[in-house]
């Protein structure tokens, strides 16, 4: 029978697999000697069973119970005991933080008895022990029972009548617990189970099936974390934090997470219970503040956070509590970050002799690094501030006010910028915020729940703009001054700073991104940091980078972005604009004569494209690609056309006519398995002739060329041997040599790798077609239509254009990379399809044994530090 339930002193930090995070590191703080209140997790095996089978799997009740005896046993007090009783916390605990997506109920085990003792054990702390019940119920009754949460809260806000929530007395929480057994008598037709062993199992039961709740599987999806891993259970022993104005209860980070400036962060509460200080109940006080209040627990807290430290080596972030002057630790775990902090402490801590470089590089992502490359706001701008709050989540934002999640949702999918305002958000607002381009709260501090998912997603925040009176029912905002702000309104939100401005401001280019252009300023301490880790990235790194550019101003910025070649030139913009009425001369032509006089007429130009691209990469190898779509795509639209032909009657003009014949004659019923790639140049007679010889000329001109030349949308190896033979010739005529490879973008080509490898020097994975074409997916119309309905169903958890499909796709890139390679040893392998610029996929082609990714110019920052970090990193998607 496998083993369900674990001591807190039996687990440790690496078995966050089965005891989830907050589990493991209880563990593992347990066993360093830390103050953390006895308990037991139940593993995350327990609760994939549960949601397989429907119930608790056989043996677990049995087992909870040996672990609660001997929690009893230990702490000299039974669960529930009418006279002196033992209270226990129920929490969830996945592998993936998931900050305030599953549940959690408090203070179990109480009931009309247990009440009685737990004031006798307060030492007649009548107030704190009917708080204590009536939050249980509260919990008990939200989470567990599925009663609606306003419910509760509607009833303690009348009970207050505008007082505040210290205000409240014993009597008023024990009438509060009367109301609240009503409300659950009311909705659940029975009465408040009073028998703890039965609250407990419940309570276990509903933080399993909360793994499923809607928002926790719409975070998932977000953050891209495993639909199928299960949550844990932690029942731990209850500490209080609101048993008087010398207990309270806090939130600390060993670094600020904003910056990563060392010292440490967070926010502490009065006489409150855990939940309170994240859900920005009351204003909390700094974490400073607690030394003056009470110096010893503040001391102690400050000892155990650099023990904390510099055992994990990183920044760890915790939940305490102080209960009677006694400080006890209830959670802690690495903690988020903001990108910009994370650059900063990786270096920090190489520098303190905690990590070395290599692992500095793997505490820094390329979404972060992505991150930092958004532009910022104008300091400048004269755009009236209207207040300041908490800088919570970096980055400008700028959008319309919205004042609830639906709003956001819906005028984010009309295209519409918008900056959700909320007095604080919880985590029934996931969807807005996702929709959102910031998110400002006027409530809250740095880690209430806006901020703490805010920084996770990337997402810009302000929060506890304390200034605004938000009201959520009229729309709108007042800000001082009288400032009204309604929805629609355009609002500026900054956050690295906490400004909030009324109205649009402008934004200027992030100092990272001018670092990378090549300014030398390195005052900057994160440019430093992101040197020194790109620096050791680029060392590390196996992969090469390259850019897709198919102009020398794109060429030009991505080798300054460090990019070591073009992987993909397509020709094809070069046909448009003035250029089209050769193209349409080409397609038009009657004779040889007319066609190859189109020819001659287009070959200079685009030999004069390719000059200057070959003068931006010299010494740099560039794969131009032959033209791809097809022809129609460069005539008229045949709508228009015939409109005008038929309203001009016999007066329509002759070459009209024609060119609308030719429309015709032309369309496909399905241009992208069509008439494109190289079956366009076996049918137009000298259409991909000209390009080789604008590119054999090119680079005869150019000193340092080093030209690449490749044939699209291949499938048999004989296509690519008549295209080939005619360009060698060429090449030779004109006397430059140049590689001649093709793209493996259609699965037969990648099926018949072996082959086509006789013919070609190199392939490059047009992963965009190849994608395509093995799912059957349309890439211009399938993500509109119906991935939402894929991504909900979890048919895929990220659509296959955005990162390669594994199982699918990549197993054709293995297949083609093997075969290809087994014919020609030395044969260079590449991918230029969308999936070169996604981190995820850059690990995957490290694996796949590539030699180079290529992407557009923004991206190559990020594909270099994946590169390395795909050297340094096993993952388990790395591996399958
Ligand atoms: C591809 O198909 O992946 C590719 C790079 O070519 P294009 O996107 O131009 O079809
Ligand atoms: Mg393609």
Redesign the pocket.
Known sequence: MPKYVYDFTEGNKDLKDLLGGKGANLAEMTNLGLPVPPGFTITTDACRRFLEDGGLPEGLDEEISQHLTALEGRMGRRLGQADDPLLVSVRSGAKFSMPGMMETVLNIGLNDQSVHGLVKQAGGNERFAWDSYRRLIQMFGKTVQGIDGELFDEALEELKHGRDDLELEAADFQRLVETYKGIVREQTGQDFPADPHDQMRMAVMAVFESWNAPRAILYRRQERIPTDLGTAVNVCSMVFGNCGMDSGTGVAFTRDPGSGHQGVYGDYLQNAQGEDVVAGIRNTMPLQDLERLDKSVYDELMKIMATLENHYRDLCDIEFTVERGKLWMLQTRVGKRTAGAAFRIAVQLVDQGLIDLDEAVTRVSGAQLAQLMFPRFDGDAKTPKITTGMNASPGAAVGKAVFSSERAVELAAAGEDVILVRRETNPDDLSGMIAAQGVLTSRGGKTSHAAVVARGMGKTCVCGAEELEVSTKERRFTAPGGVVVSEGDVISIDGSSGAVYLGEVPVVPSPVVEYFEGATDQDDELVRAVDRIMTHADATRRLKVRANADNAEDAARARRFGAEGIGLCRTEHMFLGDRRQLVEDLVLASSKEERDQALAALEPLQKADFVEIFQAMAGLPVTIRLI?PPLHEFLPDYTELSVKVALAGDRAEEKDRRVLAAVKRLHEQNPMLGLRGVRLGLVIPGLFAMQVRAIAEAAKAVEGARAEIMI??VGAVQELEYVKDEAQRILTEVGVEALVGT?I?VPRAALTAGQIAEAAEFFSF?T??LTQMTWGFSRDDVEAAFFSKYLELGVFGVSPFESLDRDGVGRLVRIAAEEGRATRPDLKLGIC?EHGGDPDSIHFCHQAGLDYVSCSPFRIPVARLEAGRAVLTSTDSDTR
Do not use: A, F, S, Y
């Open positions: 791809d699209p949308l793209m973008e047009g965009n077609d399809g």
